[in-house]
């Protein structure tokens, strides 16, 4: 059905954000939850809790890593596939994958559900990104992206929290049960209101891995690697800043992280609609921004007030550049638009592991929890040069595109 009425164009769109918001709360709640999580799973968590959190921060690491594999796996198998089909699938798997986590019976079984969890991630999002532009028309490509994660954003300031508090009262497990209801209600919502646009039978394989054959795939894919690293490696231990460092108690810790979800919000919104606009200065504004804020942590942190008002900053600077950098990705991958989007995520979860990862590698090496600041700056930094390094190249080919015509037309008027 191409035409939809207001009233299922709308409904749809909330659907596809509901999806989203389920994955947020899947991914984040276990930052705040990793010290419940190692206290039932791992028998040292007693005598060193420092290093068996950083231990836990594995689980952290293993989602990303299903994220990464599943993206591009995923999106060209479904290549073919009606996006609504492809949509429905997605989310079975991630109730499933939500079951599992819930009733694993130690950390090693936790750890590899947590991946299998992660697979439909990538893929999820960039059929919804690509839905979502389609339902609003021609020039919302950034405005599809934004809407399709303003779930995942806006699950930061009720979902992740929610989840925490109910992990932290009743059993972590509880959260896992939360999520996979949210998806199940998704799943109906999606099959009740999603568009059945066909999908296209002349797709392959071959010509959705075309985009790992482009240079400036691959520039941009480190850009979100590295750059979203910087991210991470502050909100993987943020729930220990609050107690160890700030002095807030553990109850302290939704209250923190729905800040930072407000500002994830915000920064989404801003990041699509700036996107729309112009996605080159919206990705260097972003990681200016990001560096910026992620200093103010590591001098405010140990007050209540600058933990709040930086760490609300970070998720405002942050999610600006998931938008631009996925259209950039869109942009650049072309007819494989599917697993061009896909890959922003598994970059994301890259950006994810390596940042939780040297975090953790810090923290073990006893140079306190905000040590993880410092290497979010530098990770932010590294992300900002390949952005540049990503506009010159591309500007150097369309130079080189715009002689290379000059010298046929040329030749052609000698012949």
């Not at 997605?90 to 697979?119: D, T």
């Not at 697993?339 to 590698?361: E, K, R, T, Y």
């Not at 932010?380 to 290379?404: C, F, P, Q």
């Amino acid at each position: 059905m191409n035409t939809l009425s207001p009233a299922r164009r709308v409904t749809a769109l909330l659907a596809i954000a509901l999806g989203g918001f389920g994955i947020g709360v899947t991914e984040f709640a276990k930052m705040g939850l990793l010290p419940d999580i190692a206290r039932e799973l791992l028998p040292g968590y007693e005598a060193s809790p420092e290093t068996e959190i950083a231990r836990a921060g594995i689980l952290i690491t293993m989602y990303a890593l299903g994220v990464v594999v599943g993206a591009p796996l995923l999106s060209v198998l479904g290549a073919k596939a009606s996006h609504a089909r492809l949509t429905f699938l997605l989310l079975g798997l991630f109730i499933v994958g939500s079951i599992a986590s819930a009733m694993a019976p130690n950390f090693s079984s936790l750890a590899v559900f947590r991946f299998l969890s992660a697979l439909p991630h990538g893929a999820y999002f960039a059929v919804a990104s690509l839905i979502a532009a389609r339902i609003m028309g021609p020039g919302s490509q950034g405005k599809g992206v934004a809407l399709a994660l303003s779930g995942l954003t806006v699950a930061n300031i009720v979902g992740v929290p929610l989840a925490t508090w109910l992990g932290q009262s009743f059993g972590w497990r509880w959260a896992y049960v939360l999520v996979a209801v949210i998806f199940a209600v998704t799943l109906l919502l999606t099959f009740l209101t999603l568009p059945r646009y066909p999908g296209d039978p002349e797709r392959s394989a071959g010509q959705e891995l075309g985009v790992f054959r482009n240079f400036r795939s691959w520039i941009m894919i480190a850009v979100g690697c590295i750059g979203f690293g910087g991210f991470f490696a502050v909100y993987s231990y943020v729930a220990e800043v609050t107690t160890q460092v700030s002095g807030l108690s553990s109850s302290s810790i939704p209250w923190v992280l729905a800040v930072m979800g407000v500002g994830m919000t915000i920064g989404n919104f801003i990041g699509g609609w700036a996107s729309d606009k112009n996605i080159t200065k919206t990705i260097i504004v972003g990681f200016s921004s990001l560096i910026a804020a992620l200093l103010l942590y590591t001098w405010l942190a140990p007050s209540a007030w600058g933990l709040f008002v930086s760490v609300f900053l970070i998720g405002l600077t942050q999610s600006i550049l998931i938008p631009s950098i996925q259209a950039r990705l869109i942009r650049i991958a072309d007819r494989a638009a599917l697993l061009g989007a896909a890959m922003n995520h598994a970059a994301f979860n890259v950006g994810n592991g390596l940042g939780a990862a040297l975090g953790g590698v810090v923290i073990a090496a006893g140079f306190g929890y905000l040590a993880p600041g410092w290497v979010g700056i530098g990770l932010a930094v590294a992300g900002m040069v390949l952005a540049l390094v990503s506009v010159s190249v591309t500007r150097r080919d369309k130079r080189n595109e715009r002689n290379t015509v000059g010298i046929r037309i040329a030749d052609s008027a000698n012949d």
